[in-house]
């Protein structure tokens, strides 16, 4: 199996930037396909982003393209989420997932715990 925790959430003023990780305990990671999701309260899960496993195919939700990046460096087992122009609406726990394939609505069998996001105005 496949564990993953999440870093280098936290509190930043619209506008901002914040570049989330995620590193995964087994070497099978640079097999699997690596997504991020995230929950606002009282909201579903929404997808974000997701790669494949050398990042030649991405996909991206409306609502983050052109603002967030997802890229991976498997020698280091971790997946990368930058995410630019923040806004209020950004704030959310985000979770990253392995699973086998990418795409937005692929079945993801692994996930982190979440770390929080919180863009103030």
């Known amino acids: 199996q496949v564990q993953l925790v999440e870093s280098g959430g936290g509190l930043v003023q619209a506008g901002g930037s914040l570049r989330l990780s995620c590193a995964a305990s087994?070497?099978?990671?640079?097999?699997?396909?690596m997504a991020w999701f995230r929950q606002a309260p009282g909201k579903e899960r929404e997808f974000v982003a997701a790669?494949?496993?050398?990042?030649?195919?991405?996909y991206y939700a409306d609502s983050v393209k052109g603002r967030f990046t997802i890229s991976r460096d498997n020698a280091k087992n971790t997946v990368y989420l930058q995410m630019n122009s923040l806004k209020p609406e950004d704030t959310a726990v985000y979770y990253c997932?392995?699973?086998?394939?990418?795409?937005?609505?692929?079945?993801?069998?692994?996930w982190g715990q979440g770390t929080q996001v919180t863009v103030s105005s």
């Open positions: 997932a392995a699973g086998y394939v990418a795409s937005p609505t692929a079945r993801y069998d692994y």
């Open positions: 087994r070497r099978t990671f640079s097999t699997s396909a």
């Open positions: 790669a494949n496993w050398n990042a030649a195919s991405t």
